[in-house]
């Protein structure tokens, strides 16, 4: 009979993104406090990717922990259709503040189906008018999710291949990475004219495109492109599941914007971590296209758990830390010290590129097999890590580090050394 964790786990569980023919054993993790893991040996790991890129304030923050208690004492849960609750109203009022140019929020359980929500919400928007728009422009190498809709507008590749026949269509154009900004450009241009009044939206993660490789390009490239739909009566979506709550160091991605996206999707570090958790926020403009004396003009869409108190709970005081704990400060703290380390490594013969923005540094190894999430260095760079007490997870040939904000400069410069060291392992030949 099994008996421990790792033996329990294998006889029952099957994890996420992983091949689990081959797996390297799961790590049992019993407790978290700051930006350190636990295991059930007590051995301490610095969580260098923020638990898949949620924990912003560190690991069972008091602050996150006292009010969901508190509320878990009061409301539970309660269904959100004909019900409301003051935790859901605040948290609301809270978002809208930091999105001033925004007027309704829509809640939902995670980045997948805040992105789903929102590809209904333009699509539906359209119908409601009486225009029967269904063409979606995205990012040739997205990512927005898991769910049917959420992958239809990602990238073509291995994470779509099984399912390739039952995505609908999408004007894929190139990132606008810099030195492709006129390509992509002209490339929007040409989708425009060839299907003008047909387009419903452009749906784009800003700045930082996450699971595609933390590829980076220019906020103002971005400003030109969300004006340019503007321009051209196309709604814009901002997926900042990742690059919301200052990743990559403002409020949201997209605040370095002058043009403002119709549709923002929130989720990841919402509650700081804690709790599965989503919203998608929309202007005026949306909402109004929905409200009508005609019943099948409403919004069709809900989850069981659509703003769980408990999750909203967590969302307030996760927003109350960015005040109280001078939040953005440790954000600026982390971005100089990554532009610090980017410098010292760019040079390095084992590293392709090197590039930041805010608290995300990524590094593309050069390796002799090609880029892309299955390159086998991923496996020999993770366990290196993992025997450091190092959590990173990279993606294929590239690794990231996105840590929670509350990182001290020592574990950072922790981070960093055993970084360094993988990288003269290969250069030796022991890795």
Not at 78 to 88: L, S
Not at 124 to 144: L, V
Not at 243 to 262: E, H, M, V, W
């Amino acid at each position: 009979m099994s008996s421990t964790l790792q033996e329990r786990d294998l006889d029952i569980i099957w994890h996420p993104y992983t091949q689990m023919k081959d797996a390297l054993p799961f790590v049992p993790m019993v407790r978290g406090a700051g930006c350190y893991l636990f295991d059930e040996k007590d051995a301490r790991y610095i969580d260098a990717v923020s638990s898949w890129w949620t924990n912003i304030h560190g690991h069972a923050h008091p602050h996150i922990a006292k009010a969901i208690y508190e509320q878990a004492q009061k409301l539970e849960q309660v269904i959100f259709a004909g019900f409301t609750h003051e935790p859901a109203i605040r948290l609301g009022e809270m978002l809208l503040k930091r999105i001033p140019f925004h007027q309704k929020v829509f809640y939902s359980d995670n980045g997948s189906t805040a992105v789903e929500v929102a590809i209904k919400m333009t699509l539906q928007y359209w119908s409601n008018r009486g225009q029967g728009r269904r063409k979606i422009i995205a990012f040739r190498e997205a990512y927005h999710g898991d769910t049917f809709g959420a992958m239809s507008i990602s990238a073509r590749g291995v994470f779509t291949a099984p399912f390739q026949n039952l995505l609908f269509d999408v004007e894929f154009i190139d990132t606008p990475v810099p030195g492709n900004e006129q390509r992509t450009r002209n490339e929007l241009e040409a989708v425009i004219e060839r299907y003008g009044k047909d387009i419903a939206a452009f749906i784009f993660e800003p700045l930082v495109l996450g699971s595609a490789g933390m590829i980076m390009y220019s906020d103002m490239v971005l400003d030109e492109i969300i004006k340019t739909c503007k321009d051209n009566d196309i709604l814009t979506i901002a997926d900042e599941v990742m690059t919301g709550f200052g990743r990559t160091g403002k409020f949201l991605a997209t605040d370095y914007c002058i043009n403002k996206p119709d549709i923002i999707c929130l989720s990841k570090g919402i509650t700081g971590g804690f709790l599965p958790f989503a919203a998608t926020t929309s202007t005026a403009d949306i909402y109004q296209a929905f409200l009508s004396e005609d019943k099948a003009k409403m919004f069709f869409h809900g989850h069981s758990y659509t703003a769980n108190p408990l999750g909203c709970a967590a969302g307030i005081a996760s927003l109350e830390l960015f005040e109280t704990e001078r939040t953005f400060d440790k954000v600026a703290l982390i971005s100089s010290m990554h532009i610090s380390f980017a410098s010292e490594i760019k040079d390095n013969a084992f590293v392709k590129d090197v590039r930041y923005t805010g608290t995300i540094l990524a590094i593309e190894l050069k390796t002799d097999e090609a880029d892309g999430y299955l390159n086998n260095i991923r496996d020999r760079a993770y366990k290196y890590f993992m025997e450091k007490k190092i959590i990173l997870r990279p993606l294929g040939n590239i690794i990231y580090i996105l840590p929670p904000y509350c990182i001290s400069a020592d574990d950072m410069y922790s981070v960093y050394d055993v970084i360094k060291a993988f990288l003269t392992g290969l250069s030796q030949g022991n890795l």
